[in-house]
């Protein structure tokens, strides 16, 4: 694959429910306007398929090789875009507990799998009484393996939503050799976004010296489950280049690797890391 100096990125944001064929469509729609708006990659968010009740995950997930990836794949051929497909349930070859994964797919201009990632992070969260609000152990599997690829000549490493705040994570992307962009798709939730969503993003791109793409959910899914909204693309200095703020939709963003290195060579962070004391 040839290298880019410049790409136009795109990232969407939908409100995502129990209704697989209305959440498609949406997606789809928003991504066909991308694509007539100039991206060269298109980024969706975490679980964009289905946002639904874990009850239902086994029944709305997909084998890789199903339905819903080809559809997917069909569509980067088509428009020969990368596309970054958010995450979606995936069932396990073999498994009895009835969980799934949290699957991230990156699908090539030919339509061909550049990279596969399964949520290594599950979120669980209660409210102030001890009730569960969020609990992803209930209904998924986590994943055990970090992913990074090359695209474009750009490496780039793959992370989702809860992912966000382990920074360890990106520590380990980033060896033996940098990452030049991090792509996180998410449905970040309402009340913990509100405070930590863009810091956590702009953090990770200034310790990083990199891009960071961040698709997110938008809105209220079911009762007592609402993302924050604000798909975002940051630039290695920490600065937001695009934002889709707090409505369904989607925001463009260039990346440039001249940026990169202007921005490393103006901060020398990751020459002067000291990886013997970090251990």
């Known amino acids: 694959m040839s290298s880019l100096e410049n790409i136009s990125v795109s990232v969407i944001s939908v409100t995502a429910t129990s209704d697989k064929i209305a959440n498609l469509n949406n997606t789809f729609s928003l991504a066909e306007k991308a694509v007539q ?31 819903l990836n080809e559809r ?20 396990p070859e073999s ?8 699957t991230q797919y990156v699908f090539g201009r030919t339509g061909e799998l550049l990279a596969k990632y399964r949520k290594t992070h599950l979120f669980n969260l209660k409210d102030s009484s001890g009730k569960p609000l969020y609990c992803e152990s209930d ?26 705040r382990f920074t360890g994570l990106f520590s380990a992307l980033s060896q033996p050799h940098p990452l030049d962009c991090i ?8 009340q913990t976004g509100i405070y930590h969503w863009e810091l956590l993003l702009r953090a990770r791109a200034v310790e990083n010296l990199c ?27 920490g600065t937001k280049i695009a934002d889709t703020g707090h409505l369904p939709g989607s925001a463009v963003g260039q990346l440039s690797r001249e940026r990169v290195a202007q921005c490393r060579a103006q901060l020398p962070a990751l020459n002067n890391q000291r990886p013997d004391l970090y251990k």
């Open 37 to 67: 708006g100039g991206a060269s990659w298109i980024s969706l968010p975490e679980m964009f398929a289905f946002h639904g009740p874990y009850a239902e995950l086994w029944e709305n997930a997909e084998f890789e090789r199903g339905p």
């Open 72 to 91: 997917l794949r069909e569509f980067a051929q088509r428009h020969k875009i990368v596309l970054f497909a958010g995450s979606a349930a995936e069932r």
């Open 95 to 102: 498994s009895t507990s009835g969980k799934v994964y949290n």
């Open 139 to 164: 209904g998924y599997l986590a994943g055990d393996t970090l992913v990074t690829a090359a695209i474009d000549g750009w490496r780039v490493g793959l992370a989702t939503c809860y992912d966000l």
């Open 183 to 190: 792509i996180i798709p998410s449905a970040f939730t309402h």
């Open 211 to 237: 891009y960071v793409v961040a698709p997110n959910q938008v809105g209220h899914h079911s009762p007592g489950k609402q993302s924050f909204g604000h798909a975002m693309i940051v630039d290695p200095w």
